[in-house]
C-alpha cells in the first residue's frame, strides 16, 4: 500500500515541525506551504491525499484557498481538514460550505486530527473519485 501524503498549509513553524512528527510517525508522508499562494502550486506538484489548511494565513486567504482547490479539477478531489484557531461559531458552516470536510480547533489534538484523516482516507466517495481521475 503507497504511504498516503498530507499537505500541511500553515504559517506556525513549530505546529508544523509537530505535524512532521506526529504525521511521519503514523507512516504519513508531508510537504508544507507556509502561505496561501503557495499552497495551490505545492498541492499540483505534491498531489496529497489529504490537506491541512490554516484559515489565518498571513496572506488571509485561506477560505479563497478552498475555493480555488475546488476550482481545478485536479485538485477539487483532495479533501481538505481546517484547522485553525478562528472561532468555530463563526467559521466552521463557512469552512464547510468552502469545501472542508472537517474542522478542527487548535490546539491541535493529536488523536482527534490523526482519526480526521483516517476516516476521510477510508471514505468510499473519495476511494472512487481518485480511481475515476487516475490516469489509465
Given at each position: 500500500?503507497d504511504?498516503?501524503?498530507?499537505?500541511?498549509?500553515?504559517?506556525?513553524?513549530?505546529?508544523?515541525?509537530?505535524?512532521k512528527?506526529?504525521l511521519e510517525?503514523?507512516n504519513y508522508?508531508t510537504?508544507?506551504?507556509?502561505?496561501?499562494?503557495?499552497?495551490i502550486?505545492?498541492?499540483?506538484?505534491?498531489?496529497?491525499?489529504v490537506?491541512?489548511?490554516?484559515?489565518?494565513?498571513?496572506?488571509?486567504?485561506?477560505l479563497?484557498?478552498?475555493?480555488r482547490?475546488?476550482?481545478?479539477?485536479?485538485?477539487?478531489?483532495?479533501?481538505?481538514?481546517?484547522?485553525?484557531?478562528r472561532?468555530?461559531?463563526?467559521?466552521k458552516?463557512?469552512?464547510?460550505?468552502?469545501?472542508?470536510?472537517?474542522?478542527?480547533?487548535?490546539?491541535?489534538d493529536n488523536a482527534?486530527?490523526?482519526?480526521?484523516?483516517?476516516?476521510?482516507?477510508?471514505d468510499?466517495?473519495?476511494?472512487e473519485?481518485?480511481?475515476?481521475?487516475r490516469?489509465?
Amino acid at each position: 500500500m503507497d504511504k498516503k501524503k498530507i499537505l500541511v498549509v500553515d504559517d506556525d513553524q513549530d505546529l508544523l515541525r509537530a505535524l512532521k512528527v506526529v504525521l511521519e510517525a503514523h507512516n504519513y508522508d508531508t510537504a508544507f506551504a507556509t502561505h496561501g499562494g503557495l499552497s495551490i502550486d505545492m498541492a499540483m506538484r505534491e498531489t496529497p491525499d489529504v490537506i491541512l489548511l490554516d484559515l489565518g494565513l498571513p496572506d488571509g486567504i485561506g477560505l479563497t484557498v478552498m475555493e480555488r482547490l475546488q476550482e481545478i479539477d485536479s485538485l477539487a478531489r483532495i479533501p481538505v481538514i481546517v484547522i485553525t484557531c478562528r472561532p468555530q461559531h463563526v467559521y466552521k458552516d463557512v469552512a464547510l460550505v468552502a469545501g472542508a470536510k472537517e474542522y478542527l480547533q487548535k490546539p491541535i489534538d493529536n488523536a482527534e486530527l490523526l482519526s480526521a484523516i483516517r476516516r476521510i482516507l477510508a471514505d468510499p466517495a473519495l476511494i472512487e473519485r481518485k480511481n475515476r481521475t487516475r490516469p489509465d
